[in-house]
């Protein structure tokens, strides 16, 4: 099979699959965070927490909790990579130093998992288990959270309740997160992920000299890594290692996992609110966006730009064998149209437009279709901002899905939509001026160097952790700016949106009127797919202009 | 607003420690215990190939073969280049995985492809123009275990003759170890290929 049919066969089979499980899981998504009942094991958990399932919260309790979670994660993990000498399983690994282990604590708490370490050679076992393993799940368990109090917000009438976070939070991982991840983990270790808790082996190569090839618990990690849109890897190749990524099966295993939840939480999201052709109708901007990045990155990395691509004759650096150019643009596409930021090809090396195209992907929000949770309230988000631009229009308060869009709403809508524009437009610019950094930092020079420094911010500020990686990071400044870009990325449109639900639900429903704007209609796909672009386009630009635009017509 | 901040963190810090045993030693322990199962130990240990006893690779990793001799007499297969080796064609170091994150304007990566196709063109006798282009690219995980068929057919010859073997042999021994996994692009095994070379040459 050819390389080009290679990746056209995996396309078709994972939107197969993806429109296979679309309807059952996400009904069975949405019946998970509106379901009455607790599992017993649920019921056990509760107990060991000491919280009670019953007591629902207000929003501003709620973002307490997960701020409160949050920050003792970020600590645990934080002394956890500190105290790695003392911890079973190091292999002789030392203590992180504190830079790194902060930008490391809070990236995997964002569920960014941007990793300025080598996995291989920094993290012992011990820390990737019960350390980042744990923030995997959790991360991604907070995200799905959120995104179901905005969707209860629309829901709900006259009321402050939105729901409790511990019960939201246990209710993603027990049912969702972690049944999932045993059945890919073993799945992925029949096609070959390894899990193994040696620390290497040794082996004598055929010409006389000898190598030592690491082992880890990957495949375990592996699973909720893609599942949970996560993206760190065991290795420091990340999923273009073999050992985490062996073969086009586990390909396409890996990038159906990262996208399963977000695409099916369209159809748990019209499930809760009564009317599915909502859900479709998000789904389709996602799905467009998609295979318009898709078609872009595939022709740019199929029509060599620069000299040594030239030379060489194709794309292929950074690129493996197996997964050739067709297999290796979906799953480019897809981890950075979801935040997982796995790579199983290295960005950096693709070409002007191939390389513009994850980043754009990013700086649309991470909606193509987003993380866990983060995307589905990211793309509400924009289709407030999107009616609200409509409602301008026509001089008329604008509503969505019964709720009027006041003042309150439109500004906590705003406020989650600007955060992740100004986190990486000044932490780009900063980085350009401190003195230095830059000139120290970057592997490649000219339009790609600017693209290296602004997919850095953009990959932390949208918490997807991809990144063009030729840039060292381990600076303190790059460490520290980068780990606070991570949290303002991700905590400033937590906050807004939780903010927004409550909002919505204090409020009673609206009746449809000849002059509401209906929502479960190709005029607002195209409305809110115009929105999500207009609103890149126009703050990003300029920077765009002078990084990977540059280098494409070069 | 602090009460219930310090409510609420007691509460986090109970949930987390108690997550932290679930998900971070039971779940990863479990997988890792149900992966004991005679079908899945051996890839979960790495895939490992022995022969005599010794461990001799991982058929999913590919490290460089060396040759000190001069490279017309070279008797390997030759993997794809790797960001991690020291010298443009020399031997990666498995314990330390990734790319060279190089872009096609980079010069250094414009010599380094450059001095790649001379040095195999050399190596095979062939017209540098023939080589293919995973030949000169260092690939993402830097322990590539394929190459493309085309770069196996393109080392047969030099393998054939300083393996004392026919031309057919090796090309038959290329397509056997050439696979697409069913869904994916045809890929040549070095490891495997290489080892049954040897084994062939030994009789």
Redesign the interface.
Known sequence: ???LA?GL??AA?LLAALALVYRPFGDYLARVFTSERDWKIERG?YR????NPESEQRWS?YA??IL??S???IV?LYLLQRLQSVLPWNFGRGAIEPGMAFNTAISFVTNTNWQSY?G??AMGHFVQ???L??QN??SAAVGLAVAVVLVRGFVRRRTDRLGNF?VD??RG?IRVL?PI??VA??VL??????????S????????G?S?????A?A???EAIKQLGTNGGGI???NS????EN????T??IEIFLLLVIPVSMTRAFGTMVGNRKQGYTLLSVMAALWGAMLAVAWWAETH?????????????????????I??SVLFATSTTGTSTGA????H??Y?GLG?GVPLLNMLLGEVTPGGVGAGLYGILVLAIIAMFLAGLMVGRTPEYLGKKLGRREVTCAAIAMLAMPTVVLLGTGAALLVPGEVASAL????P?GLSEVLYAYASAGNNNGSA???LTVTSDWFQSSLGIAMLLGRFIPIIAVLCLAGSLAAQRKVPETAGTLPTASPLFGALLAGTVVLVAALTFIPALALGPIA?AL? | MLKSLAKQSGAALRVLLVFTVLLGVAYPLGVWAFSRVPGLEHQAEGSLIERHDTVVGSSLIGINPTFDGPPTRDPWFHTRPSASADTPLGQGDPATSGGSNLSAFNPEQVTLVRERRQLIAEREGVAPSTVPADAVTASGSGVDPDISPAYARLQTDRVARNNGLGDAQVRALVAKYTSGDGIGVPSVNVLELNLAVRATAAG
């Open positions: 099979m050819s390389d290679a066969v995996q089979i958990l060991l927490f000491r919280v309790t307490v909790s409160a979670f920050f003792v994660s645990l080598s291989e050679v288990m019960a350390g393993t744990v799940f959790l511990w939070l246990t991982t972690l991840s045993v983990a073993l270790v029949a096609f070959g992920v390894v899990q193994s808790l040696r290497g082996v040794t082996v004598a190569n055929p010409d000299t190598s030592t090839i690491p082992l618990p495949a375990s990690q290795f420091n190749a273009a290692h073999p050992f062996p073969n086009s099966w390909n396409l060599p730009n620069g000299p040594a691509a030239l030379l060489a004759g194709a794309s292929l650096e950074g690129k493996e064998q197996r997964f050739g067709g297999q790579v199983n090809s290295m950096d090396s070409s390389g592997s490649n020079t000219g790609h063009f990686a030729g280098e070069a």
